[in-house]
């Protein structure tokens, strides 16, 4: 492993995911669920189901509320439904994680560029960002849609990269789920487990080959102090 002060001469820029990384958007996403489910008179679910799932989208948690029975429902209804509800609850419930805002500041105090490469829509994405100021010195942002490919593809981290002007090699990526490693992995980038996201509780992030494991937003300044 790379010594702190290496790592700290090697940082060209930080990039995050978005759901499960630096925002906790779990409680909207299910609250979208919730509602379509209450549309066809299903169960509901409950947070501590739903929440660890959270990242997997509107595919991830409509398959969870529904089960086997999706398969006697329109999915593209479903999900249209899902998103309709969303987009117009977007930011209800969903909170920075706390020592987002303190990792922010510190990354932007050393002029270090940041940005965000999310599978979620990208239309969505720039819908909730600025309800969060903390996050308004975001230099690039990949949406799921953006390009014709998604992490775990490393192409989104990469054309982030270029729109930075940094080389791959020197930048950090930070993610609570495989793919958002597999990604960063592909990207030739230092990859970093966002344990504080959703992840299942059964789940071996050792597995996952990141360089790193973090704890909390604020452990990552260890790397870039």
Not at 71 to 77: F, G, I, L, S, W
Not at 98 to 117: A, F, M, R, Y
């Amino acid at each position: 492993m790379p010594t702190v002060k290496q790592a700290h001469q090697h940082v060209a820029s930080v990039l995050f995911d978005l759901d499960g990384t630096l925002l906790d958007t779990a409680d909207d996403l299910g609250a979208a669920l919730n509602h379509v489910l209450a549309q066809y008179q299903r169960p509901l679910v409950a947070a501590k189901d739903y929440r660890p799932i959270a990242s997997d989208g509107a595919l991830g948690l409509l398959n969870l509320g529904f089960g086997d029975a999706i398969n006697q429902y329109d999915y593209q209804t479903l999900r249209q439904q899902f998103l309709n509800y969303y987009q117009h609850n977007i930011a209800t419930h969903t909170r920075l994680y706390k020592g987002v805002t303190e990792l922010l500041q510190h990354i932007e105090s050393d002029n270090i560029p940041w940005g965000i490469i999310t599978n979620k829509p990208e239309q969505l994405t720039q819908l909730l960002l600025p309800y969060y100021p903390e996050l308004n010195n975001c230099a690039v942002m990949v949406g799921g849609d953006t390009l014709a490919t998604r992490k775990p593809d490393p192409e989104p981290i990469l054309y982030a990269c270029s729109q930075l002007n940094v080389d791959p090699k020197q930048c950090f990526y930070i993610g609570d789920a495989l793919r958002d490693i597999e990604a960063g992995n592909g990207a030739k980038m230092k990859t970093f487990v966002a344990k504080w996201g959703y992840i299942l509780a059964h789940e071996n992030c050792q597995s996952w080959q990141a360089d790193h494991i973090i704890n909390a937003p604020t452990d990552l300044l260890a790397f870039i102090k």
